[in-house]
């Protein structure tokens, strides 16, 4: 099975400024069909969770352009040019190219 | 507008059973996978089940493989997931969720306990 790991756990990180996270599956998310099936999803507390980023690089309808995805193989990356009070919570990365598909256990951004 | 409203949660005895339903409107259910999620208490996120638009297949985590059952009536709008000889670590809030390319919904959740 495919484990996804990422960094950090915790993120503080100061209105404005930049924030990436960091995803990495224990094998290559290449597809046989030649897509790279990686998600980034985001929770707020109480909330379900909704997808912003899928195929590693394409923001869901709605979803602000300070959120970029980028990677490739095993190695992914979640990137917020300038956050904001509304980007708290859990961002979560999915991996949707093996079966049992599988999440990262979860980066925790909080404001400083 | 789509919806998916998860049912059937509650309190539970070990080794107990309970089926969980998610009702979908608001969109072809018949031509969607649909997938249960389910989180645990202060924890991440754990993919459980996903089943094809038509029932023909199904794959599950290996944590719920031979316990838990995923189904479907595309007549209904119902995805279904039955849950037998829970355990204490089965106590979570369950999701269902559908996703394509385009589009990517989940319902509200419906938490089930395990306790005796």
């Known amino acids: 099975d495919v484990v996804m790991t990422q960094s950090p756990l915790s993120l503080p990180v100061t209105l404005g400024q930049p924030a990436s996270i960091s995803c990495r599956s224990s094998?290559?998310?290449?597809?046989?069909?030649?897509?790279?099936?990686l998600n980034w999803f985001h929770q707020r507390p109480g909330q379900s969770p909704r997808r912003l980023i899928y195929?590693?690089?394409n923001r869901d309808f709605g979803v602000p352009d300070r959120f970029s995805g980028s990677g490739s193989g095993t190695d992914f990356t979640l990137k917020i040019s300038r956050v904001e009070a509304e980007d708290v919570g859990v961002y979560y990365c999915?991996?949707?190219?093996?079966?049992?598909?599988?999440f990262g256990g979860g980066t925790k951004v909080e404001i400083k | 507008q789509v919806q998916l409203v998860e049912s059937g949660g509650g309190v539970v005895q070990p080794e107990k059973s309970l089926t969980l339903s998610c009702a979908a409107s608001?969109?072809?259910?018949?031509?969607?996978?649909m997938h249960w999620v389910r989180q645990a208490p202060g924890k991440g996120l754990e993919w459980l089940a996903v089943?094809?638009?038509?029932?023909?297949?199904?794959y599950y985590a290996d944590s719920v493989k031979g316990r838990f059952t995923i189904s479907r009536d595309n007549s209904q709008n119902m995805l279904y997931l039955q849950l037998n000889s829970l355990r204490a670590e089965d106590t979570a809030v369950y999701y269902c969720?559908?996703?394509?390319?385009?589009?990517?919904?989940w319902g509200q959740g419906t938490p089930v306990t395990v306790s005796s």
């Open positions: 969720r559908t996703t394509t390319a385009l589009f990517d919904y």
């Open positions: 608001g969109f072809t259910f018949s031509s969607y996978g």
């Open positions: 089943i094809w638009s038509d029932g023909s297949k199904k």
């Open positions: 094998q290559s998310l290449v597809h046989s069909d030649g897509h790279t099936y």
């Open positions: 195929k590693v690089s």
């Open positions: 999915m991996q949707g190219t093996h079966w049992p598909l599988s």
